[in-house]
């Protein structure tokens, strides 16, 4: 089984199910909270490669209140709370805290000791935690690009990354 991200066009909210194609993930995207009521032909489907490893026989869809499975989301795929419902109680007692960037980010906020590398370039929203390096590139409040980094990259690097590594744009 392959592992497919579905989401509704334009909306924040995603999730990831189980299906041996395309069009398959598509239908069952309807019977899960984040796409119940989308009309069928707004649903986006993104393969999650990274997140086959989870499937279990009988398994449809990754269930964020499981936390075992919120950290495969948050690790994998840079899954997050919806900032605009943050609840710091709430983030401290997570499974996943210990892999999420936007947990480290308002920790090191509410010290004084924030040092990640934020701006926007060509209409992307563009990161880089500190706490572990992990980029994250958003554009229409959907994220397109999510990955661990070894080094600290540069906003030089940061805007090559968005460009498509053509300095030049």
Same mark, same amino acid.
């Given at each position: 089984m392959k592992a497919w991200r579905v989401s509704v066009k334009d909306e924040c909210c995603a999730t990831v199910v189980f299906a041996e194609t395309r069009g398959k993930a598509k239908s069952m995207a309807l019977a899960t909270d984040c796409c119940e009521y989308a009309k069928f032909c707004d649903i986006? =489907? %993104?393969?999650e490669k990274e997140l086959d490893k989870y499937y279990r026989c009988g398994k449809i869809e990754m269930d964020w209140e499981n936390p075992a499975d919120r950290i495969a989301l948050v690790k994998e795929c840079g899954?997050?709370?919806d900032p605009d419902y943050f609840d710091w109680e709430d983030c401290s007692a997570c499974s996943a805290k210990e892999y999420c960037d936007y947990y480290?980010? %308002?920790? /090191?906020?509410?010290?004084g000791t924030r040092e990640s590398v934020t701006f926007e370039h060509r209409g992307y929203f563009v990161q880089q935690s500190s706490y572990?390096?992990?980029?994250? =590139?958003?554009k229409d409040d959907r994220m397109v690009y999510h990955a661990q980094c #070894?080094?600290?990259? #540069? /906003? %030089?690097?940061l805007r090559q990354l968005?460009?498509?590594g053509n300095e030049d744009g």
């Open positions: 986006e =489907i %993104r393969r899954f997050c709370c480290h980010d %308002r920790l /090191e906020e509410s010290a572990n390096n992990g980029i994250m =590139i958003v #070894t080094d600290k990259l #540069t /906003e %030089r690097q968005v460009d498509g």
